[in-house]
């Protein structure tokens, strides 16, 4: 057998979707990641721009404002490119939840495109129904709803980098149930099971880093047994992901205020994965968040 030859073809990229979803941010992204970016191109000059340069990467960006823009025709379109063996073509749709994106409208200030004098809100209705055939045909869909900017810069990433990491990379994060759940982990664990340090004295402007919060943690009667079960249960699902050729796999480790008992799993479970061959990144996401009792509820007796 011969050696795998480099796959030349012209990478071409249609992102599409709501406005308000998050285009403008995917598209500054996929143009740091190398990717040559073009917004609200005409579409009845997109033929022009396909020119099958070997290795060359265009992302579009189109919308309900783009002129010429009929889903039926870019959908036809794309099907021609699929045809020409020169052409790698993906197309990937920013969706979002209409309640979200009527909060980045009245956020912003700004009029949507479709609503004229209408309410914000029969704008997106028509937008959604305008663009349900691309929503169907697209072969990316991701939904922005509860994501942050930075959310969607590493989904993109995760998505679309070029130079896509040979190893797969593994992230260890710990964050507070108080303030949501990370949208981009692949495997959550909830550890509000364990006491909480928060209540026990001395221990509540501490964090998981501390070597008291770490005790006080380790001395809980199933502490113990839930990370050996959690730690074999990663090193069996880890390789196979990678054999399934999954490039990033994020394991978060969740309590109240993500202060104490996430933080410290996160750290431990780290290390143990570092002693099965893997190198992973710890992120904390709320290590620095204020301690709130509200926040971590009543105390149990």
Not at 80 to 95: A, C, G, K, P, Q
Not at 162 to 167: G, H, I, S, T, V
Request: glycine residues 8%.
């Amino acid at each position: 057998m011969g050696e795998d030859r480099p796959d030349t073809r012209q990478r071409l990229l249609l992102v599409t979707g709501m406005l308000g979803a998050g285009k403008s941010t995917a598209l500054r992204e996929l143009e740091d990641l190398g990717w040559e970016a073009i917004d609200n191109f005409p579409v009845r000059l997109l033929d022009r721009m396909v020119n099958q340069d070997d290795g060359y990467s265009l992302a579009i960006g189109f919308d309900c404002r783009t002129r010429g823009f009929l889903p039926g025709e870019v959908i036809e379109q794309v099907r021609r490119w699929s045809d020409d063996r020169n052409l790698s073509v993906t197309t990937l749709f920013l969706d979002c939840a209409g309640h979200e994106l009527e909060r980045r409208f009245n956020e912003t200030r700004r009029r949507h495109f479709l609503a004229q004098d209408l309410p914000v809100s029969s704008g997106i209705a028509a937008e959604r129904e305008l663009l349900s055939p691309l929503r169907r045909w697209a072969d990316v869909l991701i939904d922005t709803t509860d994501f942050s900017v930075n959310d969607l810069k590493q989904t993109i990433r995760d998505q679309f980098a070029q130079d896509a990491p040979k190893e797969m990379t593994v992230t260890v994060s710990s964050f507070g149930f108080s303030r949501g759940t990370p949208p981009g982990a692949d495997l959550v664990f909830d550890m509000r099971f364990l006491d909480n340090p928060h209540w026990e004295p001395g221990l509540k402007e501490q964090t998981g880093l501390d070597e008291a919060v770490g005790d006080f943690i380790e001395r809980s009667a199933v502490f113990a047994s839930s990370f050996d079960k959690i730690r074999a249960l990663l090193l069996e699902l880890l390789p196979r992901y990678a054999e399934q050729g999954k490039t990033y796999v994020n394991i978060a480790f969740g309590c109240t205020g993500g202060r104490h008992r996430s933080v410290y799993t996160a750290e431990k479970m780290a290390k143990a994965l570092r002693e099965g061959g893997f190198s992973p990144t710890v992120l904390h996401r709320n290590l620095g968040s204020r301690a709130a009792e509200l926040v971590e509820g009543t105390q149990h007796p």
